[in-house]
């Protein structure tokens, strides 16, 4: 069953190819090189860019050719728009429960204004942007967020997404809206060769996921530092609401274990006086990005540094230490103030 969907974006969510050709022929005319007509480029173009940029703009430097690229490109989101059925799958995958994530070549200073304006940033759990290498990046990318390959697809418009869908063993999805023919995408030898996104949903038979998944096991803590303040993190998961830190408890792990290990990756943080509060049922929370349901095993714990420095990882936007008195009035997520409510209610805070 396929519970995570990675997305390639330029060219299979976003077409921005006019606007990157204008950008490369830009950087081309500034070195002196005849631009490329747009069935050139597509001929032409590959990934690793690298590969690409060094066969027209050979010796130049990949800082110096990112910075140039930008240069020609300042308008993140202007002129690119989101490819015929790519909202509607993104939706209903969202509904159906399935993790979804961005791996792309493209600089994040272009996906993630152009996700927003497009109106499709909540859908995604990570948006892991300018990748230069993707068959490796995928290795790590579904380590750090806990991904079986083998429940995972990756769905993308050039060979070199294929080759990176296989080089994670997961299911590699071609789709022809893009930047390479499907002559081209057939030589990877996809899984699977779509000719837009439309055709997906009936594919990985997102409509009767929802009902057969089972509700997912997590846990989270409500932490103070030495002067009794709360930590809190905003996250657009949660409609950039505040909450508390945690995530979900793997196979083979304790509760307490799994909160220990949630905690450190998340915040860097190490936790001592640890305390079990309650268990919240957490059906189809309408602040959350897609359909879930949740068990949330939820803690209260200090820090077991005199003076913490929160590392946050990119599960989270930005983070605040907090009297009560003013924690209580951020606009906190429905169970981060259950859980404080019930702290307050047994005199634990």
């Given amino acids: 069953m396929i519970r995570n969907l990675l997305f390639d974006w330029s060219g299979t969510l976003a077409d921005d190819l006019p606007k990157v050709l204008h950008a490369v022929n830009g950087m081309l005319r500034a070195r002196g090189v005849p631009p490329l007509d747009r069935e050139t480029f597509r001929a032409r173009f590959r990934l690793p860019y690298t590969e690409f940029f060094e066969e027209m703009l050979p010796g130049l430097p990949l800082d110096e050719l990112q910075k140039l690229y930008l240069e020609h490109f300042p308008h993140a989101y202007e002129g ?6 790519a909202a509607e799958l993104l939706r209903e995958a969202a509904a159906a429960g399935l993790r979804l994530v961005v791996l792309s070549s493209a600089p994040e200073a272009h996906v993630v204004p152009q996700a927003i304006a497009l109106g499709v940033r909540d859908h995604f759990e990570v948006l892991r942007c ?25 769905i993308g418009d050039m060979r070199h ?28 030898a996809p899984d699977f060769l779509v000719p837009d996104l439309s055709r997906l949903p009936s594919l990985l038979g997102l409509r009767r996921l929802s009902r057969t998944e089972i509700p997912v096991s997590t846990v989270g803590a409500l932490i103070l530092n030495d ?8 996250t657009h998961k949660w409609s950039h609401r505040w909450g508390i830190p945690g995530g979900k408890i793997k196979r083979g792990e304790t509760c307490e274990q799994a909160l220990v290990r949630e905690i450190d990756e998340e915040t860097g943080l190490r936790l001592r006086d ?20 949740f068990l949330l095993l939820n803690y209260l ?28 009035k951020l606009d906190l997520n429905v169970p981060t103030r259950v859980l404080i409510d019930e702290c307050l209610r047994r005199s634990l805070l």
């Fill in 161 to 188: 997404d294929i080759d990176a869908g296989k080089a994670a063993s997961v299911i590699a999805i071609a789709t022809c809206t893009g930047y390479e023919t499907a002559a081209q995408l057939m030589s990877a």
């Fill in 227 to 234: 002067r009794d303040e709360l930590l809190l993190i905003r």
């Fill in 80 to 85: 690119v728009t989101i490819l015929p059925h």
């Fill in 274 to 293: 640890i305390q079990f509060v309650m268990v919240q049922d957490c059906i189809e929370p309408p602040e959350f990005q897609r359909s879930a349901h």
């Fill in 301 to 328: 714990a200090r820090c077991a540094d005199e003076n913490p420095q929160v590392v946050l990882n990119e599960e989270a936007q930005a983070f605040t230490w907090l009297p009560l008195a003013e924690a209580l």
């Fill in 130 to 154: 300018g990748v230069i290498d993707k068959r490796t990046e995928i290795h790590h990318l579904l380590e750090s967020l806990d991904m079986r390959p083998e429940e995972t697809a990756f």
